[in-house]
């Protein structure tokens, strides 16, 4: 019934256990996962996953958060993306939460992404912290709305989320949504339309409540669901059917 749209199962806290993770996943109805880049060095390892699981898939990018990597290229970007597995061009975007000085390589990283997306026609995974206005008009200047795609673990207003929804992008809740004082987050998912939202886990960060504090997973994405059905007064099965409707419409077109 559900997908989660955004986790990291290649990083050790969840690669170590893979086995009963991915057979958790599968138990709570977790029917899909994407498995998300950030940095190119650990991408044949997300890739190998997402071959030898037919529920699994993969995407290919470098984290703006990642200063000391060895900047992609849009045409490296775009030759891993060709393998059927690889949905989305990603994780990018801007974060200048973390990471302090002249951010201009952050910039430039995240329009390479993009115009990657658009050559390859595979949608974004945005990342954005500290940065929204900058993020809003990167994407708008190099036109990220005809490749499309996700802000992922959303944690901007409002105003923010309509105006990535009227660049064509949706918007991604995580286990933030369940945390009590995420008061703003919650109205954004109490406003927007139904088919522009997706769920995630970002996992092995940010468990939702009730595990907040621990190793997220991918079973968990239900508690995000949850939250979203809670706030909007609809069923957790309706928010379950949409936004695994909304994951394939964007990824799997």
């Excluded at 990597?69 to 994780?91: C, M, N, S, W, Y």
């Excluded at 802000?151 to 918007?171: K, P, S, Y």
């Excluded at 286990?175 to 970002?202: C, H, R, Y």
Aim: with cysteine; glycine share 4%; proline share 4%.
């Amino acid at each position: 019934m559900f997908i989660d749209s955004h986790c990291h199962l290649n990083f050790p806290d969840l690669a170590k256990d893979m086995d009963s993770i991915l057979a958790n996943m599968l138990t709570n109805e977790v029917l899909h996962a994407l498995c998300v880049s950030v940095e190119l060095a650990s991408f044949p390892q997300i890739l190998e996953l997402a071959e030898r699981h037919n529920y699994l898939y993969a995407s290919v990018g470098v984290h703006p958060d990642y200063e000391l990597e060895t900047e992609p290229t849009q045409a490296e970007l775009v030759r891993l993306a060709q393998h059927p597995k690889v949905i989305a061009i990603g994780e990018t975007g801007l974060d200048y939460y973390r990471l302090t000085g002249d951010l201009e390589w952050q910039r430039e990283r995240f329009r390479t992404h993009i115009r990657a997306a658009r050559e390859c026609s595979k949608p974004l995974i945005i990342h954005t912290r500290s940065a929204a206005a900058d993020t809003l008009r990167i994407m708008a200047e190099e036109n990220a709305g005809s490749a499309g795609g996700v802000m992922h673990c959303f944690t901007e207003n409002l105003d923010v989320a309509r105006a990535a929804i009227d660049l064509g992008f949706l918007i991604s809740f995580s286990g933030i949504l369940t945390f009590k004082n995420a008061t703003s987050i919650k109205e954004v998912a109490q406003n927007i339309p139904l088919e522009k939202i997706l769920i995630e886990t970002d996992s092995p960060y940010l468990a939702p409540v009730p595990y907040r504090g621990k190793t997220n997973q991918p079973a968990y994405v239900k508690h995000v669901a949850e939250e979203v059905a809670k706030l909007r007064n609809i069923s957790v099965e309706e928010v379950g059917i949409s936004t695994s409707q909304n994951f394939k419409r964007l990824f799997l077109k």
